[in-house]
């Protein structure tokens, strides 16, 4: 009998089946990418949080998971050390290739757990792309960052019992990150909080504040009307880091934090197990071609 945790690689040839039918048909690609995150986070703070939520979330609902996707879309980050920077056509390739050979295993549900804002001009185009041939499998994609510090503060004012490792120190600590208009979104405390319950060795909180993770504004004129061109977020965070000073992450925030971002996940992964519309929607299209 198989673990609720289902790993790809850990799985020996004969219990694939049985796999499939206990994650109804689910695999799961956590993927992240490999950049910059201020002075304070490791380059791979976006594959150690998919990589992480996706194997916790697991343990709740059962799917198999991938190996980590490490490699998304850096565009106009490949100047800094550490960067990974392929073109997006060789991902777009690679990751095609690679939903049609999980799907051989039997596996007719491919979910990417994103955890790189980066990444959806990529994922949406793949998720259509299928759509230029039959396939007897779906590819979709959510993303990890359902969750910001505001929840985690909401879940511990109205559910406190939930959380019962939190001290009222913590409690005042969180409340002093909201004392003042914040910065998130990179390299941000959704961030710090998760990469540090994951692997703390990899943080230094001692460092945050030498560099500045506010906004230079340079492109909001051109946002703020649903303007995009490539290069223009980091022409506004160019240390590539988007948060406010907060150099108080411990371990229990980390763990309260944490726990909110796997249940989030978890609903994800029992939906899609769920779902029955998007092979109908699948087979529906088959027949049109």
Same mark, same amino acid.
């Given at each position: ?26 695999? =799961? ?15 791979? /703070? ?8 996706a ?24 100047? /800094? ?10 991902m ?7 939903? *049609? ?23 949406? &185009? ?6 230029? @041939?039959?396939?007897?499998?779906v ?7 359902? /969750? ?19 001290t ?11 004392? @003042? ?8 405390l ?8 994951? *692997?703390?060795? $990899?943080?230094?909180?001692? =460092? ?11 492109t ?19 240390? $590539? ?10 371990? *229990?925030?980390? @763990? ?16 899609? @197990?769920?779902? &029955? ?13």
């Open positions: 009998m198989l673990n609720n945790l289902m790993l790809w690689e850990n799985l020996r040839e004969p219990q694939f089946p049985e796999a499939v039918e206990k994650s109804k048909g689910v695999c =799961v690609i956590p993927i992240g990418a490999m950049e910059k995150h201020g002075p304070h986070l490791p380059v791979g /703070t976006d594959n150690i949080i998919a990589e992480r939520t194997h916790l979330a697991a343990e709740l609902e059962p799917v198999v998971v991938f190996p980590t996707f490490g490699f998304g879309h850096i565009n106009g980050l490949q100047y /800094t050390n550490g960067a990974i920077c392929f073109s997006n056509k060789l777009l390739n690679y990751l095609t290739e690679l939903c *049609r050979e999980i799907a051989r295993s039997g596996f007719k549900k491919i979910l990417f757990l994103n955890a790189h804002g980066g990444n959806l001009p990529l994922l949406y &185009t793949l998720c259509n792309s299928m759509r230029e @041939k039959k396939n007897d499998y590819v979709m994609y959510a993303n990890s960052f359902g /969750t910001s510090p505001n929840d985690l503060r909401k879940a511990i004012t109205e559910n406190r019992e939930g959380f019962p490792y939190i009222d120190a913590d409690v005042t600590i969180l409340e002093k990150y909201f004392e @003042k208009p914040m910065q998130e979104g990179h390299a941000d959704d961030e710090l909080l998760l990469v540090h319950e994951s *692997r703390p060795e $990899s943080v230094d909180l001692s =460092v945050m504040d030498q560099e500045n993770g506010e906004s230079t504004h340079r909001d004129h051109l946002g703020e009307l649903g303007i995009y061109s490539g290069g223009m977020w980091i022409a506004n965070f160019p240390n $590539s880091f988007a948060g406010s000073f907060f150099p108080y992450a411990n371990e *229990r925030l980390d @763990k309260a934090y944490m726990q909110l971002r796997i249940d989030y996940i978890a609903k994800i992964y029992k939906a899609v @197990k769920e779902d &029955t519309e998007l092979l109908k929607i699948n087979d529906e299209w088959n027949k049109m071609w």
